[in-house]
């Protein structure tokens, strides 16, 4: 440790980084929604205090049925799409010390999300809450209640 002027060891402050064994890498379903944004900042909060990974992922849905152009196509405008903001998530996570990836994949979002949380060893995903009607729900039923009931790790829902 360093000593100072008066022969007393100095204390030097860093900041705090807790190891865990729950969390390594956490998952944010990304849409470009407001409570989308506001997982984002709350996935970076838990990656900063527990030292973990974070992706961000984002799904674009084909019309259907699709051809392997328009995958390519969609692919491509969701890119350029989300491009704005991952970039800003970038340089965010950068400022902030955070571990950071984002990927976009074209499908059906409860599927594709499932489905690399599975295949990255994810260990929390974290969804924003889209306002839906009660009988919306009732047809269809949200996108987060189902990656809720389908993933293999704990689900956080943000408001």
Do not use: W
């Amino acid at each position: 440790m360093p000593i100072d002027s008066s022969g007393q060891e100095e204390v030097m402050e860093t900041p705090h980084r807790r190891q865990n064994a729950h969390f390594q890498k956490i998952m944010v379903g990304y849409d470009g929604s407001k409570p989308a944004d506001k997982a984002v900042e709350i996935a970076f909060s838990l990656a900063q205090a527990t030292d973990c990974k974070v992706l961000i992922f984002s799904v674009a849905r084909p019309p259907e049925p699709a051809t392997m152009v328009e995958l390519d196509a969609m692919l491509d405008d969701a890119k350029e799409h989300f491009e704005e903001s991952f970039n800003r998530f970038t340089k965010c996570a950068e400022e902030r010390g955070v571990s950071l990836e984002t990927a976009i994949a074209v499908g059906h979002p409860i599927q594709q999300i499932v489905h690399r949380a599975e295949a990255d060893h994810v260990d929390l995903i974290i969804l924003g809450r889209r306002g839906m009607s009660r009988f919306e729900k009732m047809l269809v039923g949200s996108t987060s209640e189902k990656v809720l009931r389908y993933a293999h790790c704990p689900v956080m829902v943000v408001r």
